[in-house]
């Protein structure tokens, strides 16, 4: 396999399993509330990690690196509940889309934060993601504004903050297993 389609395979395997996590997901907040489903998608498979992590002796993170995984918890059950709630309140293909759009925010919350610069290809694609949750909205009636659209790029835009979060992270020098715990 080439290198290029190595990315492209990695990108089909992420998108497939962001697919069927989303359709567990959509089956559990059936018989589970919306809080209980976060805890199951988040601070069970933290408690695995940090528990099979104490079996390798790790050593707890210095003072300064708490603050960089107490934000990055934050996001990711921020970008949890958004995803949920919109689960429960748009149809399984519209969550999974305005979930996915979080790489889309990473370049602007990237410039907000360490004010990188920003590629000339942002906007118009930005511009195409926005004009894509008007036409959610468009029905027989014309446009029907739905607010749970803007919860689920709410998953999208927290998202993207975990991502950038775990990226300074992964800086520290801890097993990936403690920094994703």
Partial sequence: MTLNSRACMFMLLSTFTLALNSFIAKLLTDYFSTSEVVFLRVFLPAIIMLALAAGIK??????STWRTFAIRAIFIVLCQNCFLVALN??????AVIL???????IPLIERGLFKTKLNWLLLP???????????QNIHSDGIQWRWSLLIGLGAGIFNACSQITLFRASKIKLPMMVING
């Avoid at 694609?125 to 949750?133: H, N």
């Fill in 89 to 94: 309140t748009l149809t399984l293909v519209e």
């Fill in 125 to 135: 694609t930005m511009a195409l993601m926005f004009a894509g949750v008007i036409i």
């Fill in 58 to 63: 790790w050593q707890l993170p210095n003072k």
């Fill in 99 to 105: 979930f996915s759009t979080g790489p889309l925010f």
